[in-house]
């Protein structure tokens, strides 16, 4: 069995930039496409990034497209999520996931593996 652990979350201000870490055991090079999603209280899990085995391609969600960059070490077994200008509407618990085949998904439902979170808070 698959297990996925975030860590990085913290309070920032509105502004300031986070980057997130998503370690795997066994190592992340064992999933063709990690992901990154977002769940804010009372709301549904929503997609953040994705990112193939290669580190080739890439998806984003509509909100986090220029602010937010997704980046895999295969070797160092960590999957990180570089998040820049963070506004307060992107405080959430954030997710990291892991898929077992080549396409690139969007769809919370497509993966096979989830870590228990890393809370981001922005406030001022």
């Known amino acids: 069995q698959a297990q996925l652990a975030e860590s990085g979350g913290r309070l920032v201000k509105p502004g300031e930039s986070l980057r997130l870490s998503c370690e795997a055991s066994?190592?992340?090079?064992?999933?063709?496409?990690m992901g990154w999603f977002l769940q804010a209280p009372v709301m549904v899990r929503e997609f953040v990034a994705a990112?193939?085995?290669?580190?080739?391609?890439?998806d984003y969600g509509e909100t986090v497209k220029g602010r937010f960059s997704i980046r895999r070490d295969n070797t160092k077994e960590a999957v990180h999520l570089q998040m820049i200008d963070l506004k307060p509407e992107d405080s959430a618990t954030y997710y990291c996931?892991?898929?077992?085949?080549?396409?690139?998904?969007?769809?919370?439902?497509?993966?096979?593996?989830w870590g228990q979170g890393t809370k981001v808070t922005v406030s001022s």
């Open positions: 996931a892991a898929r077992g085949t080549y396409s690139l998904s969007r769809s919370r439902k497509d993966y096979d593996y």
């Open positions: 066994p190592g992340i090079y064992n999933f063709y496409v």
């Open positions: 990112i193939s085995w290669g580190g080739g391609s890439t």
